[in-house]
């Protein structure tokens, strides 16, 4: 909670932002657009040497899923920790509706990071085998390309999957999708020089 301070917060998306832009440089310097014998153009990677292949590819596969799963990891085993210890207090002091809400809520968590952490290896992870598998291959089969191919959607899929499991597996952001806010009537209360009507204040 200390950590949660409007400052911090800039500080701590600067920084992401910054590293965002360090890890796709090389994406930007070997980016080129490629003329193939028939005219057609296409921007593509510019990749000559078997060197070049094979550092860009331990570069993509370690920044964008050997280095992101274990911190993923990191960070739901915390937050579900901390909600299972809560549980466990609660139980062990006997209170009964607040062991019920944690309970449930500690179920929920759970289910919600084995989802996630599924759909990231299910989508993320052939693509990434794939790119690996290539580097030992000399001369790519119609079957590789195919599933590279099928791979490359997949991994894109996952980012409009997981709005859609945090919609179905979160209660809260159902609450809030299906929250309708109450209509209430101006109140009328007396002051000493006549009636003053108060209209109840926007929560935006």
């Known amino acids: 909670m200390t950590l949660r301070t409007c400052s911090k917060t800039i500080w701590i998306n600067l920084f992401v932002w910054v590293m965002s832009f360090v890890m796709v440089l090389p994406a930007w310097v070997h980016s080129k657009v490629i003329r ?24 993509q596969t370690i920044t964008s899923f ?66 690996l598998v290539n580097l030992t291959l000399r001369r790519p089969t119609l079957a590789y390309y195919t599933c590279y191919y099928l791979s490359v959607c997949l991994s894109y899929a996952a980012s409009s999957i997981n709005p859609f499991i945090y919609i179905l597996l979160s209660g809260h952001f159902r609450r809030r999708l ?19 009507v108060r209209t109840p204040h926007s929560s935006f």
């Open 36 to 59: 193939f014998p028939d005219g057609l153009e296409s921007c593509s990677m510019n990749l000559v040497t078997p060197k070049e292949v094979l550092w860009y590819t331990l570069y």
């Open 178 to 196: 299906t929250y309708r806010k109450p209509t209430s009537r101006p109140s009328v209360e007396r002051e000493p020089y006549g009636p003053q």
């Open 66 to 131: 050997f280095l992101p799963l274990p911190l993923m990891l990191i960070c739901y085993m915390l937050i579900l920790c901390h909600t299972w210890r809560m549980y466990l207090k609660n139980k062990r002091e006997r209170r009964f509706s607040a062991n019920n809400k944690s309970r449930d809520r500690a179920i929920r968590l759970t289910k919600m990071v084995l989802v996630l952490v599924a759909v990231f290896l299910v989508s993320v992870g052939p693509y990434h085998m794939l790119q």
